[in-house]
């Protein structure tokens, strides 16, 4: 029986070069034990409102992970058998067919998970998910053996130990990776009453709320005009009108800041915006509102919407984000079996230059606003994206997102924007995870990895060490904390039941849906 040691190396991610590395080194040394800012992300927010001890190693760590579903599933393993329940109920269909494989069952037990997942663990070797797994497993649960088949029991009775124990808690891990601010994303139907038991609780972590309005600005998003319907009765506001449905989003809005929220988030499938008239946006509104609108129609009112959104920043101060370019369940099959975020999403090619040039004619020269733009296409990294970031007040770029955070994408991103854009029009490191115990990981990557970035400009002379040593701190820490204006969070703690400040009245909050219809898509 094999059982391979696992061990990080403090190395790790370091230039090769000796003398380059001994400045990383250095550098790394600075920003180490930073806190984490966290501005943006999907994690739930019910985790540390409950703080209860997580289930078990393969709920936590697998059967959410999209990552982790796309790769094994890319080698023939069965969604079933990674703990996902099918919409149907079904159990696991055939090779090659829709039809149900009689006498299995429909999910694998969560020991049987990870067996499944232990047994493929080899086939994340070089991948980000890797260094992520591999950095939980040794210094957040004390794993010191590889999963593999032959150490998956192992692996499982140690984890779930530990998973057991005060300090693997999700308000004691917020309190161990040392995080400082951390923003989940919510929809403008979540009644954020998980926001508001973590406020009561009186635990002082910093957890807060980010708007996410894919719901009710998207014409495709399922149950669009459900979903305005149920915003007017949140909201008191006549969702049938144009006016109306402005008026909502500035109430909604007004209340997420009240829970802390400090930005925007905006999931469209392209850059594209628009700046109409207000009887041309009327009459827009009124066709996608019907149902009678194309698809030119509905792209255009997404369009207009993020224009929307960023004028009403100019009142809020909220910061917008943009996370375009991902082609969302790609694979109809698995879509219809299991639904979103089960690693069947695809990026695109993306046009920024063109897309944005309406909402840049109208706020790109506002100092006081902040657009933060980030992309699945790398292509747009020196040809379009740094040179907007290097002109425009209103434009930062976010960090490397989804498929390209890993090494190779956060190099690709520093030699391929800071020329033109320059550090100090970048917002620092975005997790971007619903994966809890990835957050210190992805940090200490970031964190290695441009300080190897750093130390290589100091090699060559380019950069003066302790000038790198102030940037390597801007982009560990106080980039992210000014771009997402933390110290201007917003929160006023309001008792479980009572109606949030901003809010039009407790009863319309109360009528709210849950959590469960205010989760948004994959990432960004």
């Known amino acids: ?272 915006t628009a700046d109409l008239e207000p009887r041309e946006a009327a009459a827009l509104f009124a066709r996608v509102r019907s149902g009678a609108h194309t698809p030119a129609d509905a792209e255009q009112f997404r369009g207009q919407m993020l224009t929307e959104m960023v004028r009403m920043s100019l009142d809020d101060g909220l910061v917008a984000q943009l996370h375009p370019g991902s082609w969302r369940n790609h694979n109809p099959r698995l879509h219809r079996r299991f639904g979103p975020d089960v690693g069947a999403d695809i990026p695109t090619r993306i046009d920024y230059v063109g897309g944005l040039k309406p909402l840049l004619d109208r706020f790109g020269n506002e100092p006081g606003l902040t657009l933060v733009l980030f992309t699945l296409d790398e292509t747009t990294y020196s040809r379009e994206l740094a040179p907007l970031a290097g002109h425009y007040p209103l434009v930062k770029l976010g960090s490397p997102w989804w498929f390209n955070d890993s090494v190779e994408g956060l190099r690709r991103f520093r030699t391929q924007t800071t020329e033109t854009a320059g550090f100090a029009n970048t917002v620092g490191f975005t997790d971007d995870t619903r994966a809890l115990l990835s957050i210190p990981a992805r940090h200490d990557v970031a964190r290695r990895v441009d300080c190897g970035y750093l130390a290589g400009l100091v090699a060559e002379h380019r950069l003066d060490e302790d000038d790198a040593v102030d940037i390597a701190v801007d982009l560990a820490y106080r980039l992210a904390r000014s771009s997402y204006r933390v110290d201007d969070s917003r929160f006023t703690a309001t008792a479980p039941g009572a109606a949030a400040p901003g809010s039009p009245s407790a009863p319309s909050t109360e009528a709210t849906p849950g959590p469960s219809s205010a989760t948004p898509s994959g990432d960004g």
């Open 1 to 272: 029986m094999t059982r391979r040691g696992l061990v990080l190396h403090p190395d790790r991610l370091f230039p090769a070069d000796p003398a380059a590395r001994a400045i990383a080194r250095r550098l790394f040394a600075e920003v180490e034990h930073l806190p984490i800012v966290s501005p943006h992300g999907h994690c739930d927010p019910r985790w540390w409102a409950d703080d209860r001890p997580f289930a078990d190693p393969a709920s936590l760590i697998v059967t959410g992970d999209h990552y982790l579903l796309r790769m094994l599933y890319s080698h023939g393993v069965p969604l079933e058998r990674l703990g996902l329940r099918r919409r149907d109920g079904g159990t696991e269909g055939g090779e090659g067919g829709d039809g149900d494989r009689v006498g299995r069952p429909p999910v694998a037990d969560p020991r049987e998970v990870w067996r499944t997942f232990a047994s493929h663990y080899h086939q994340f070797r070089a991948t980000p998910s890797r260094l992520w797994l591999d950095h939980a497993l040794v210094d957040v649960l004390g794993v010191d053996v590889v999963p593999s088949e032959d150490t998956a029991d192992q692996t499982y009775d140690h984890i779930a130990d530990r998973l057991a124990a005060p300090d693997c808690r999700p308000r004691a891990l917020f309190d161990r990776f040392g995080i400082e601010f951390l923003a989940t994303t919510e929809s403008p139907l979540d009644d954020l009453a998980a926001h508001r038991a973590i406020r009561a609780s009186g635990w002082t972590g910093n957890v807060v709320t980010a708007y996410r309005p894919d719901a009710v600005v998207d014409p495709d998003a399922p149950a669009f005009v459900a979903n305005l319907d149920a915003l007017a009765e949140v909201t008191g506001c006549d969702t049938t009108t144009w006016p109306g449905y402005l008026d909502a989003h500035v109430a909604r809005r007004r209340v997420f800041a009240a829970h802390g929220a400090t930005s925007t988030d905006h999931g469209h499938p392209t850059a594209a």
